[in-house]
């Protein structure tokens, strides 16, 4: 059974959520556009499974594919990866403040009470 995703972000997460497609994303970043022979070397895998990886990177927009005859390169793209930090930033603060104040309710409760 095929998942499907309707929102961005959702494909942005499903394609982050696998090491491989993660370890690819880390190699565009730090060596720009890069041809898929060129993203199978650190990997020991087929060239078959790198272009799934890749078609699910090129799926979520977190890769973009530019073809030059035979060869086919792969440039990272960010606007993705800034929507899905945003998101985490969100609710990181949206948490942080929560816990933040349960953390100050609960040491009202232990404070001891002042009987005068």
């Not at 095929?2 to 499903?14: G, N």
């Not at 499974?49 to 979520?60: P, Q, R, W, Y």
Request: charged residues 25%; negative net charge.
């Amino acid at each position: 059974m095929a998942i499907s995703y309707h929102e961005p972000l959702d494909r942005t997460f499903h394609a982050l959520g696998d090491g491989t497609r993660r370890q690819i994303v880390a190699l565009l970043a730090t060596q720009g556009s890069c041809s898929a022979s060129e993203l199978q070397k650190p990997f020991a895998v087929a060239q078959p499974t790198i272009s799934k990886h890749l078609k699910v990177l090129e799926s979520a927009g977190l890769v973009r594919r530019e073809i030059d005859g035979r060869v086919h390169r792969f440039r990272l793209e960010t606007g993705p990866l800034n929507d899905a930090s945003g998101w985490i930033e969100r609710h990181k603060a949206f948490w942080e403040a929560t816990l933040s104040r349960l953390d100050d309710f609960v040491t009202t409760l232990e404070a001891p009470e002042d009987n005068t």
